[in-house]
């Protein structure tokens, strides 16, 4: 058992909180029962788990590691103080994890078609991981990170996900990779924007597409703007001029949810 | 011109980031431009504006500051370093004010009927924000904060609404004095819960009623649900249990939105 806060293994875990270091390993942390239990359910690649046995009270945690442990996968124990100097949660639940990234390339949409959600240049780490929370609630496939985004294995956007980091696909691209892949797939662009005549309400939503939502500060770019076929807006009543990103994408992915489920006679 | 940190209003101005301070003087703190404009400009009553003449640059926010006086309001001209000192902002714009709260008593929503949302011990003051800024967006009333919410005159709801706490009415009532005035007023009540079985589409929204919505970790509990005359859920497609609370909010009040307008004959 590792006691000591000042491990190197626990040093290494600390590290991972810094861009740098996650990109240079290409493996993150993730704190918690339920997204631990959500990226072993998954099937992803990780490099040990982290239990604190003084800290830990839930069965469903111990079937995990149990699981985990019989796949072959590295459990190493820590005290409840080591354990301490690592969470970045309240209330720790004595269960973390070092997880490999998983970044996919565009490919993945010509692979499997559907919903897709781009993001240009997004800055708030909380936003994006909500936005992956609602994207995997509405049956979004994924999402693809455009230009220069916030990191969505960073461990603010991993917590807000709340698990949905491990479920749908995550693609990064610069918009020179996604113009030239977009030429000459089938996806059509819809972008989202304050200015845009469309109200979103109004529009039909193809089966497969991928919605551009652009950053908190200077909305969608004027080269994403052009790659659309359609711009959509969501009506503003009182005195503010914008929604919060994260709310605005909700908002937009329950309308197409909406159209597919009622398409799939489900609605 | 008050240019050191410690000077008396600096350190109460500081103050004013903690609970305590705001509730025994009924003031909070308010920063940057757009903010303190919505604050103007919606009739508020001012304590002060701060100004820092070195930080700002701003036509809009001089013409504010020239209005102001002609209002008789306190103008206190400070240094950089002291703005910077009480600054809670990523590039300080060298504006902000220290303002009245205000507070309405439920007879508000007698008096004004509309669409209210009602929030039941909700935490995260990024939410509440955010919800306030969704709240003006769609056309609600106002927020009714029941039981132990987090303030919405603190730093962080303000700057999340991002204007909005100023357009909208602010309510607080226990469940007591909620549910003894609810008895006798014809204001409806919809609640929204995971478990609900009535799609949040498939319900007609009355004129005049208030959208219940619980809290982030528990939902609504059961006295607020029982007040309920029909509860709605969001459908969930993916592996997430639940949606975040500003963005759960949001759909909902999009589409009272869209119903309404519908009805108004302007969907």
Redesign the interface.
Known sequence: MITSKTNPRIKFIKELRKKKARDETGLFYVEGIRPVG?AFE?GWVFEEILVAPGLLRSDFALGIIDKAGKSKITITEISNDAFLSISEKEGPQGISAVVHQKISSLDILTNNGGVWVGLESIQDP?NLG?IM???????VKGLILLDNCTDPFGMEAVR?S???VF??GIVLATFEKFRSWQEKSSFQLIGSSDKAISNY?KIDYPTNFILLMGSEQKGLSEPFINLCTNMVS???????D???L???T??IL?EI??QH?FRNGKG
């Open positions: 959500a998954a909380g909500t929370r609602t994207a995997d609630s509405s049956g807000a709340m698990g949905a479920s749908i309400r969501i009506p503003m009543v009182g005195k503010s914008s929604l919060n994260a709310v605005a909700g908002i329950y949810l909406n489920s």
